[in-house]
């Protein structure tokens, strides 16, 4: 397709359970960011990588998130041991230049932690 | 670190008139202001971004404008159609220093026909 397609749509986990969140940025993307956005409130920066390397991972929330990028394209979030305060929609975004533009969203994975 | 207020919350207008959103920033080295919207279920669509050597700019019905001293920028609609409506979140940026937009909480926008 041509834009951000991330999956699933809808994950439901029990507390404690590992999770993977799955992104496929629009080709040739160098740039891909990962964002938590909580009911109500405007998305917050999670990670950053330029092709394969992950830049920036100072808003990951825990060691428990764990985030990869091994080729450059798909990417993958892991949230280990999941807790009721991730649940949230996860949002990928990717763009074709490094640093600050134009951010191409997917439609988000939402998460529910029972 | 940055912080970005973005008000109102919520604003209801009349499908034809105008709608502005503000939203003030913190770090004076920012200087990258875009504004996005989001529709239900969907994720963030950017709809006009503005840099800060520049003090104005438009796109047919939206416009945004940024003044830097008082630190905050808004965003303008004219001639709302039943198709705005939807969540708006503004965001900020500096491009010498890292990756990370920080955004508003954003304004939910509803036009009534």
């Known amino acids: 397709g041509a834009g951000v397609s991330q999956s699933p749509r809808y994950k439901v986990a029990k507390r404690g359970q590992d999770v993977a969140l799955r992104c496929d940025p629009i080709s040739g993307h160098v740039s891909l960011f990962w964002y938590q956005q909580a009911l109500g409130q405007g998305p917050e920066f999670l990670t950053y990588?330029?092709?394969?390397?992950?830049?920036?991972k100072s808003g990951l929330p825990s060691d428990r998130f764990f985030a990869e990028r091994p080729e450059g394209s798909v990417s993958t979030l892991k949230i280990q041991r999941t807790q009721q305060e991730d649940s949230a929609v996860y949002l990928c975004?990717?763009?074709?230049?490094?640093?600050?533009?134009?951010?191409?969203f997917g439609e988000g994975s939402r998460l529910t932690v029972l | 670190g940055e912080n970005v207020e973005q008000h109102p919350s919520t604003l209801s207008v009349q499908e034809g008139d105008s709608a502005v959103i503000k939203c003030t920033y913190s770090d004076s080295a920012s200087n990258y202001f875009p504004w996005y919207k989001q529709e239900l279920g969907k994720g963030p669509q950017l709809i006009i971004d503005?840099?800060?050597n520049v003090g104005e700019k438009k796109d047919q019905r939206i416009a945004v404008t940024l003044n830097k001293t008082a630190k905050h920028f808004s965003l303008h609609i004219t001639e709302t159609q039943p198709e705005d409506s939807a969540v708006y979140f503004c965001?900020?940026?500096?491009?010498?220093?890292?990756?990370?937009?920080?955004w508003g909480a954003g304004t939910k926008l509803i036009i009534k026909p």
């Open positions: 965001a900020a940026a500096s491009t010498d220093s890292n990756y990370q937009l920080i």
């Open positions: 503005i840099r800060s």
């Open positions: 990588f330029q092709n394969e390397a992950q830049l920036d």
């Open positions: 975004a990717s763009s074709p230049i490094s640093g600050i533009g134009e951010l191409f």
